[in-house]
């Protein structure tokens, strides 16, 4: 199932929390699904397009990344 573009889960994480998971990282790819998650808590992105806009990935990239928080959380999308 993919999301609509104006379809957001919960980010359940603090801004903190996500900052410091940022800085933490070495990988890229890691680093654009945390920053994907802070600017939509920080309220920098309404929709998925947006965030495609910023990070510089693909709607449906950004699609995916969601439905895989929403249905198992910040491990599993930092783990695929």
Known sequence: MMFSQSFFP???ETLNDLERL???QNQ???KDKIAALYLF???RAKNSADLARIIGQDVTTIEQWLEIY???GLK???TI
């Open 10 to 12: 919960e980010v359940r």
């Open 22 to 24: 940022f800085h933490e």
């Open 28 to 30: 890229l790819d890691l």
């Open 76 to 78: 599993a999308l930092l």
């Open 41 to 43: 808590k920080l309220g």
């Open 70 to 72: 929403s249905r198992q």
